[in-house]
């Protein structure tokens, strides 16, 4: 079955005041739309001794949880203000399955 090419308005509250109005969240090429997005805004991924913390509690818990750039400019971004929580989690769930659709099963 395929998927239609479905795309998401931004929240209510981030109208106006990061997107020009119109802006559409995408479902396909979100990491491309994210890189372009904190370049343009000048936003770069800083570790914080909260994100170490968390890396230490993961691997004590036996967890092998890594983010990669998309996850951590995604949390960038929210962290600058650029982007809404709503909009944050949006473009983490579009990207997540881009990535799922991509790995082929054996």
Excluded at 11 to 40: C, D, I, M, Q, Y
């Amino acid at each position: 079955m395929k998927r239609q090419n479905r795309t998401h308005t931004p929240s209510r509250a981030h109208k106006g005041r990061t997107f020009p109005r119109g802006l559409v969240l995408p479902v396909s090429g979100v990491e491309a739309f994210v890189r372009n997005l904190a370049h343009e805004l000048g936003v770069r991924y800083t570790r914080t001794p909260a994100d170490q913390w968390a890396d230490t509690v993961t691997r004590l818990a036996g967890d092998e949880v890594r983010s990669g750039d998309v996850q951590d400019l995604l949390i960038a971004l929210k962290r600058a203000g650029k982007l809404s929580t709503q909009d944050m989690a949006t473009l983490l769930i579009n990207h997540l399955r881009e990535q799922k659709q991509r790995v082929r099963s054996v």
